[in-house]
C-alpha cells in the first residue's frame, strides 16, 4: 500500500502571547481567532524565545489567505506572494489575525522557508496543528473563491494518471507520424 504524501508543509508555529490571549478569551465565551492573513518576513530565529513577540522582526510582505481546509487536526492554508515589485528570501512566517494581530510565528534560525522572486511566485501551503487548541476557537477567513491550491491526495493520483495517459497517446501519435514520414503503412 503506497503512503500518502502530504501536499503542504508542516511548520511548528509558535503561538504568540497575543494568540494565547485570543485563545484564553474564547474559552471565556468571546469569539472565535479569525485567521485571515500570512506575512512573511527576512529574520532566521527561534520564536520560542521571544516573549511577548507582536510582529515579525524584518517584515516584507503580507498576503490574504487563499484557500483553506481543515483536516483532522490540522487546518491547512494558502496564499500566494506574487508582487513583480518584490524579491526576497523566507526566514519567518507569520498567521495574522482580522484585527491585524501577530497569532503565531514560524522560523528557525538554522534554515530559511523559500524565496520569493521578482519574476516567480512564492506559494506557502502550510497546516497549523491544532489539536492542543480548542475545538471551533480558530476558524479561518478566506479572500474570494476558493483556489483549490491545497490539492488531495486523489486529485494529484487522477492527475498523474492523465499525465501518463497523455504522454502514452503522444507516443502513439508520434509514431504513426514518423510511419507515415518513411512510407511505412
Request: avoid cysteine.
Amino acid at each position: 500500500m503506497a503512503t500518502s504524501i502530504p501536499t503542504y508543509e508542516i511548520y511548528h508555529f509558535n503561538i504568540t502571547s497575543v494568540g494565547e490571549e485570543l485563545l484564553l478569551n474564547t474559552q471565556t465565551g468571546g469569539p472565535s481567532v479569525q485567521l485571515d492573513k500570512i506575512a512573511l518576513g527576512t529574520e532566521m530565529y527561534d520564536p520560542a524565545i521571544i516573549p511577548d513577540q507582536r510582529m515579525l522582526k524584518a517584515e516584507v510582505d503580507r498576503a490574504s489567505i487563499l484557500d483553506f481546509k481543515r483536516v483532522d487536526k490540522t487546518l491547512q492554508m494558502a496564499s500566494i506572494f506574487d508582487d513583480p515589485s518584490k524579491s526576497y528570501s523566507i526566514g519567518e512566517m507569520g498567521l495574522i489575525t482580522d484585527k491585524g494581530e501577530l497569532f503565531a510565528v514560524y522560523s528557525n534560525p538554522n534554515k530559511l522557508i523559500g524565496h520569493k522572486t521578482h519574476s516567480g511566485r512564492y506559494l506557502p501551503k502550510f497546516a497549523l496543528a491544532i489539536d492542543q487548541i480548542p475545538k471551533n476557537s480558530v476558524t479561518v477567513v478566506f479572500s474570494g473563491e476558493n483556489l483549490n491550491i491545497i490539492i488531495t491526495p486523489e486529485l494529484a493520483k487522477m492527475a498523474l494518471s492523465q499525465i501518463r495517459l497523455s504522454r502514452i497517446h503522444i507516443s502513439m501519435l508520434s509514431r504513426e507520424i514518423n510511419n507515415k514520414l518513411n512510407g511505412a503503412d
